[in-house]
């Protein structure tokens, strides 16, 4: 089992940045993989960023030039820079271990409006 914990949530106008992170009961060098969803009312949950334990990064189109994931022993980073009304919805951290076990955090609230 995994314990995640994300926080840096809040709300925010647009344009404006959040630094999301994602704590980790394990180090992140456990994990295989790692990264961030969202989910918006009403809609799926859907991908955002994503990095490999070989430190590559992939990024849904939305958030290319906009977002950036990162990690640090026991810690996965989200930061989101200019942001828009429609990146409203509820983030979520998840990571995959090597046995193919895969762990999710409850979600932080990312609210941007003026």
């Known amino acids: 089992q995994e314990h995640l914990v994300e926080s840096g949530g809040g709300l925010v106008q647009p344009g404006g940045s959040l630094r999301l992170s994602c704590v980790t009961a394990?180090?992140?060098?456990?994990?295989?993989?790692m990264g961030w969803y969202r989910q918006a009312p009403g809609k799926e949950r859907e991908f955002v960023a994503g990095l490999t334990s070989s430190e590559r990064t992939t990024y849904a189109d939305f958030a290319k030039d906009r977002f950036a994931v990162s990690r640090d022993k026991n810690t996965v980073w989200l930061q989101m820079d200019n942001l828009k009304p429609e990146d409203t919805a509820v983030y979520y951290c998840?990571?995959?271990?090597?046995?193919?076990?895969?762990?999710w955090g409850r979600g932080t609230q990312v609210t941007v409006s003026s």
């Open positions: 394990r180090s992140t060098y456990n994990f295989i993989a």
């Open positions: 998840n990571v995959r271990g090597r046995i193919g076990d895969e762990f």
